[in-house]
């Protein structure tokens, strides 16, 4: 199994980015896919996930608003459209796969580097 991340930059603050995260080897389709990210000195949080079986979606609070998780089960993809990007965005962003919406993600995608400029 391979989570493959993708879509991260460099962007003003205000700005937007879509991360991708595909997954491949084996298909989730009764997991939830999701994303955390690890800021520098902190520890890794949840951000966003989505059940590939029926597309509930789960936000952390900061984020509300202004992402948006996405799936193509098609393509065994995720997808994150983050908007209003701030520079408290910026961080390493990992894909990951799992039986729950917000904890217990068993496998693990290399992260991709957002950074948000005031």
């Known amino acids: 199994v391979q989570l493959q991340a993708s879509g991260g930059g460099l962007v003003q603050a205000g700005g937007s980015l879509r991360l991708s995260c595909a997954a491949l080897g084996r298909t989730f389709s009764n997991y939830y896919m999701g994303w955390f990210r690890q800021a520098p000195g902190k520890e890794r949080e949840f951000v966003s996930s989505i059940w590939m079986n029926g597309g509930s979606t789960y936000y952390l609070d900061s984020v509300k608003g202004r992402f948006t998780i996405s799936r193509d089960n098609a393509k065994n993809t995720i997808y994150l459209q983050m908007t209003g990007l701030k520079p408290e965005d910026t961080a390493v962003y990992y894909c990951?796969?799992?039986?729950?919406?917000?904890?217990?993600?068993?496998?693990w995608g290399r992260g991709t580097q957002v950074t948000v400029s005031s």
């Open positions: 990951a796969t799992g039986p729950l919406p917000r904890s217990s993600y068993e496998f």
